[in-house]
C-alpha cells in the first residue's frame, strides 16, 4: 500500500478536524520519527507537548508492557497500586493534597471548572459561578471548556456556549478587576498560553494576581496542560513565580503519550467533590498511572529538568541570534523548551519547508511559530534546526 492509498482511504473514513500533513509517520526514537518510506525526521512538535521524554523510551516501553500483562483496567470503585502511587507522587511534588484523574486536558479543565463552582454551592453562595478567564487562552474542545477558551475562531459554529465565562485581556489585572462581580467564583489561567501563540505573563503578574484573588476570595485556577511536567524547566510553571494556584490541571505530557488528565487541589476545595458528584470510567486506570509513574521516577532521576532549563536557554540564544539576523522576526518568547517566534509573515509556508528538510515544528496563530521538543532534546539537534530555520529566512529574503 502506498502513502497515497492510505491518505485517501483515510480522507474517506476519518472526520474532516484536521489538516493532516502528506506524511505517515510509522515510528519514533528518542526525538526522532520515521515516516513509511524510512525519512528521519528531527521532532520539535512532540505531538504538541506530550512526548516530554520522547518517542520509544525504553522504560516506560516496559512499564506499559508489563502493567498491560497484569490489570488494564478495573473501576474506580476499586483501589489500584499505581494510581495511589502516582496520586502520592503528584501531592508530594506540587502545591496540593488531591487529585481527580481524568483522560485529557479538556476533562481536567471541565472537572476544575465544576469543583469551582460547587465548592462555592457548598459554602451557601450559589449565585458565584462565574470565572473569569482570558483572551487567547486554550482550555479544550468541551462545551465548558470552549466557552472558557478566549479565541473567537474556537467558539464560531457552536453557539450557544455555557454561560458562566467573562473573558478578559491576558495581563492586564485592572481588567481582571473590573470583570469581577459578586458573581465571580474564580479565575482560570494559563501562566503561559501555549496555543495562544507562547504568551508570557509579564513582570509581577501572576503573583499580583494571586494576592488579588486572596483578597476577593476568588479561586486561582491554573491550566498547566502545556506547561507542566517539566515543559518550563521546573515541574510546574508555577514555580517560577513564587505562588501556587487553588487548582491546577494537567494532561499532555503527564503519561508521556498515554491519554491521562488530572486535576488537583488544595484540601479546602478538593473536599467539595463527594462520591458521586464527578466521575471518570478510564481515569486513571492501571495501565496510564504505570506508564505516568515511570515518567516522573524518569523525569527525577535522570536530570530532565535541569538539562531542559539548561538547553531552553541555548535554544533561545539561538533563537535570539537568527532574530538579530533576520527582520522578519519579531519577538523570541518562553520558557524552557515552551518557545516561540513572533514573525512578520505566515508561519505555515516555514513547516513546510522544515519538514521537507527534516524538521518538524509547529505554527500556532498563523505566524507564531511553536517549538516543544521533548525534553530529552540535544544541543547538535538545536544547532541543525536553527541552521536550517537560518537557510529558509535567507531564501525568502532572497525572494
Ligand atoms: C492542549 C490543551 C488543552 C486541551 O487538552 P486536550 O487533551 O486536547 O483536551 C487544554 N489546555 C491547554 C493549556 C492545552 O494546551
Not at 526522532?32 to 522504560?59: E, M, Q, R, W
Not at 470503585?77 to 481527580?100: I, K
Not at 463552582?117 to 470565572?131: A, H, L, M, S, V
Not at 507564531?368 to 547538535?380: A, M, N, Y
Request: include cysteine; hydrophobic fraction near 45%.
Amino acid at each position: 500500500m502506498t502513502d497515497n492509498e492510505l491518505m485517501e482511504r483515510a480522507d474517506r473514513v476519518i472526520a474532516t478536524t484536521y489538516g493532516r500533513f502528506p506524511v505517515v509517520l510509522t515510528r519514533g526514537q528518542g526525538c526522532t520519527l520515521y515516516d513509511s518510506n524510512g525519512k528521519a525526521f528531527t521532532d520539535f512538535v512532540a505531538g504538541i507537548a506530550v512526548c516530554n521524554l520522547g518517542h520509544a523510551h525504553p522504560a516506560i516501553a516496559e512499564a506499559i508492557a508489563d502493567q498491560a500483562r497484569q490489570l488494564v483496567h478495573v473501576s474506580n470503585l476499586y483501589y489500584t497500586v499505581p494510581q495511589v502511587a502516582l496520586a502520592e507522587w503528584l501531592v508530594e511534588h506540587a502545591f496540593a493534597d488531591r487529585v481527580f484523574f481524568c483522560n485529557s486536558g479538556a476533562e481536567a479543565n471541565e472537572a476544575a471548572i465544576k469543583l469551582a463552582r460547587k465548592y462555592f454551592k457548598d459554602r451557601g453562595e450559589p449565585g458565584r459561578y462565574r470565572i473569569i478567564t482570558m483572551r487567547g487562552s486554550f482550555h479544550g474542545r468541551t462545551m465548558a471548556t470552549l466557552s472558557a477558551t478566549g479565541q473567537e475562531k474556537i467558539h464560531k459554529g457552536f453557539e450557544p456556549l455555557v454561560d458562566g465565562f467573562d473573558i478578559v485581556p491576558f495581563n492586564d489585572l485592572d481588567a481582571i478587576r473590573q470583570a469581577v462581580t459578586d458573581q465571580t467564583c474564580a479565575v482560570m489561567l494559563e501562566p503561559i498560553q501555549g496555543e495562544g501563540g507562547v504568551q508570557c505573563p509579564g513582570p509581577g503578574f501572576l503573583e499580583k494576581l494571586r494576592a488579588f484573588c486572596d483578597e476577593q476570595g476568588l479561586l486561582l485556577i491554573f491550566d498547566e496542560v502545556q506547561t507542566g511536567m517539566g515543559r518550563t524547566g521546573k515541574l510546574f510553571a508555577y514555580e517560577h513565580f513564587g505562588m501556587t494556584p487553588d487548582i491546577m490541571t494537567l494532561a499532555k505530557a503527564l503519561a508521556n503519550g498515554l491519554p491521562m488528565g488530572a486535576m488537583l487541589a488544595m484540601e479546602a476545595v478538593a473536599a467539595s467533590f463527594t462520591p458521586g458528584s464527578h466521575a471518570s470510567t478510564f481515569g486513571g486506570t492501571p495501565l496510564v498511572s504505570a506508564a505516568a509513574l515511570r515518567v516522573v521516577q524518569i523525569l527525577e532521576k535522570e536530570g530532565v529538568l535541569k538539562h531542559c532549563e539548561h538547553i531552553g536557554h541555548y535554544f533561545k540564544e539561538r533563537l535570539l541570534a537568527l532574530k538579530s539576523k533576520h527582520a522578519v522576526i519579531r519577538e523570541v518568547r518562553g520558557l524552557g523548551l515552551l518557545l516561540g517566534l513572533d514573525l512578520d509573515c505566515e508561519g505555515p509556508p516555514i513547516v513546510k519547508s522544515c519538514m521537507a528538510r527534516g524538521f518538524l515544528i509547529n505554527c500556532t496563530q498563523e505566524h507564531i511559530l511553536r517549538f516543544i521538543p521533548p525534553l530529552i532534546v540535544q544541543k547538535e539537534q538545536i544547532d541543525a534546526l536553527i541552521a536550517c530555520l537560518d537557510r529558509i529566512f535567507q531564501e525568502m529574503a532572497a525572494e
